[in-house]
T-cell receptor
Framework: GDSVTQMEGPVTLSEEAFLTINCTYTATGYPSLFWYVQYPGEGLQLLLKATKADDKGSNKGFEATYRKETTSFHLEKGSVQVSDSAVYFCALSGKTGANNLFFGTGTRLTVIP | DADVTQTPRNRITKTGKRIMLECSQTKGHDRMYWYRQDPGLGLRLIYYSFDVKDINKGEISDGYSVSRQAQAKFSLSLESAIPNQTALYFC??????????????FGPGTRLTVL
């Protein structure tokens, strides 16, 4: 079945460091891929998305590229800020059936000044 | 105002009690979902509904039931709560006409503790 494997955390970085959070997936067909972010005490917010191979999603300085050949969707940011501290979830959506999201386990990022 | 709201935001209850969690949305979406979040497990699907007359079980529906009272309202019930149902519960919506992305929009969550 569909599933997402996400880099385990927690991850602690200094401000302005480079961030990579790895995400790989298993799915039938060609799913849509997402990164969601959960700030402390809040619900999930969509950070970025991609629907087909080689698409690059980007938002707020974060980027992720849909790599079909490696079934990956790694999240990157060139220079993190303290305000980026949150839990990040990789997710996929199949295009049939429930169309629900399959989530990774989440990666907690803490950015220190 | 938030597009997807959940009530209550926090609830502490005792084993065996019946609990209802409510979700309302103003996005006009037909599809609604209930997920639970547990530490280290991500979010898992409990139930989903494509419209008022279409309700389906998700990955972990045992011990839960749902009611879709209207397009905008989707309630989750625990008929007899047990401690391992302690979790953070999220409601979400999506628009099937939005194209290939199937982006989902989440409420703020309900933190439920069963003692």
């Amino acid at each position: 079945g569909d599933s997402v494997t996400q880099m385990e955390g927690p991850v602690t970085l200094s401000e302005e460091a480079f961030l990579t959070i790895n995400c790989t997936y298993t799915a039938t067909g060609y799913p849509s891929l997402f990164w969601y972010v959960q700030y402390p005490g809040e619900g999930l917010q969509l950070l970025l998305k991609a629907t087909k191979a080689d698409d690059k999603g980007s938002n707020k300085g974060f980027e992720a590229t849909y790599r079909k050949e490696t079934t990956s969707f790694h999240l990157e940011k060139g220079s993190v800020q303290v305000s980026d501290s949150a839990v990040y979830f990789c997710a996929l959506s199949g295009k049939t059936g429930a169309n629900n999201l399959f989530f990774g386990t989440g990666t907690r990022l803490t950015v220190i000044p | 105002d938030a597009d997807v709201t959940q009530t209550p935001r926090n609830r502490i209850t005792k084993t065996g009690k019946r609990i209802m969690l409510e979700c309302s949305q103003t996005k006009g979406h037909d599809r609604m979902y209930w997920y639970r979040q547990d530490p280290g497990l991500g979010l898992r699907l409990i139930y989903y509904s494509f419209d008022v007359k279409d309700i389906n079980k998700g990955e972990i529906s045992d011990g839960y039931s749902v009611s879709r009272q209207a397009q905008a309202k989707f309630s989750l019930s625990l008929e007899s709560a047990i401690p391992n149902q302690t979790a953070l519960y999220f409601c979400a919506t999506s628009d099937p006409l939005a194209g290939a992305y199937n982006e989902q929009f989440f409420g703020p969550g309900t933190r439920l503790t069963v003692l």
